[in-house]
């Protein structure tokens, strides 16, 4: 049999590369003639770049600013495989991510918190002679509205006129506009750090900024879907003629993903927490509709969902067409071993549910 192994990452607890080399382990340990195909995903999150240099590119390194303004070093990835046009990807997190605070996030983070390092990373990109440039966003610690990506770019005008012809892509399956109840600073901002006094401070800051982007869009980009992503960077990226485009699509559609499906049997997939929000268009979702349709050569291949947790009943995974969803607790025995020992776990429970493997995970 053929097995694509395509999980997303864990949360904080794995990456989707550590997650899908565990998958391997465990699967090898009981099936060993079975071909695996291991192909790690991302919506675009923490991970972004790891999941696209397991199968392509260069990956760099370059010494920017954090935050909070130390230093920090981000990787990102430079594609010149093409005759056309060269591609740089760059995650957000990597620059300003939550766990570049140094230490829990607060209401002085979340106020503090900016996005200069991503700029700074785009500058690096530029300078390589990207023609192309993916921004993942995803797992920030900010909510500056990108106003410090504008800054390392030398300010919004200069900005603009720097990225004159390259397509800019922002990689990013949030859909939730700058302002308002559903905005960057009312659902993000307490992730972040946020008390309430700290959110209206950051909506007020993100209305006054927004008449900039505003100007230098030529159009009002508040209620655009993913304006909101990444504390409101998502807005900026807009601003400056950026195209929102699925994160999940971004990774699938780079590393041949479609190929890979329509070539197997079972389509092993997971995340840290299986549920409703799964099935609304997440990697996981995304690839359940691929493999019902595409997988083992045009007769749909069956999804098994390994995660942290299953937050969904047994009605609610056969409703979806999922043939089996597993979660870590099941052979680790308790909470605490499944998130101090994921990887191992992972890789028991892999072996546990393919040594099972049958007529309940027949493709369809």
């Given amino acids: 049999m053929r097995i694509l192994i395509a999980p997303d990452s864990f949360g904080d607890t794995m990456s989707a590369v550590v997650a899908a080399r565990a998958i391997a382990r465990g699967w090898r340990a009981t099936r060993p003639t079975d071909e695996l195909v291991v192909a790690p995903q991302s919506d675009g999150g923490p991970g972004f770049v790891d999941v696209l240099a397991s199968r392509f590119g260069t990956e760099l390194a370059e010494s920017v600013s954090g935050p909070l303004g130390a230093g ?78 504008m800054d390392a770019l030398g300010g919004a005008a200069r900005a603009r006129e720097r990225l004159r012809g390259v397509e800019l892509i922002v990689a990013s399956d949030v859909e939730n506009p700058l302002l308002g109840p559903q905005g960057a600073a009312t659902v993000f901002g307490p992730q972040k750090g946020a008390d309430p006094a700290t959110v209206e401070l950051l909506e007020k800051r993100l209305g006054d900024w927004s008449r900039v982007l505003a100007d230098l869009a030529g159009r009002d980009i508040v209620d655009e879907p993913g304006a909101g992503a990444a504390g409101g960077l998502g807005a900026a990226l807009l601003a400056l003629g950026g195209t929102r485009v699925s994160g999940a699509t971004v990774v699938a559609e780079a590393t041949g993903l479609a190929a890979e499906v329509a070539a197997a049997d079972v389509v092993v997939t997971g995340e840290g927490k299986f549920d409703a929000q799964t099935l609304r268009g997440k990697v996981v979702s995304a690839l359940h509709s691929a493999a019902s349709s595409l997988g083992a050569r045009g007769a749909g291949a069956a999804t098994i969902v390994l995660a942290g947790q299953v937050a969904l009943s047994a009605d609610e995974i056969a409703a979806a067409g999922v043939a089996a969803a597993h979660a870590i607790v099941e052979v680790a025995g308790s909470v605490e071993v499944a998130m101090n020992d994921a990887e191992n776990q992972l890789a028991a429970l892999t072996e546990s549910v393919a040594s099972d493997l049958g007529s309940a995970v027949a493709p369809g």
Avoid: K, M, N
Wanted: glycine residues 18%; aromatic residues 4%.
């Fill in 72 to 149: 920090v070093i981000a990787r990102w990835l430079f594609d010149d495989r093409s005759t056309e046009v060269s591609v740089a990807y760059i995650e957000c997190a990597q620059a300003c991510g939550l766990h570049q605070l140094g230490g829990s996030p607060t209401p002085r983070t979340a106020l503090g918190a900016d996005t200069r390092g991503v700029g700074e990373l785009v500058v690096a990109a530029l300078a390589r002679g990207a023609g192309r440039i993916v921004v993942g966003l995803g797992g920030s610690a900010t909510t500056d509205g990108g106003a410090g990506l």
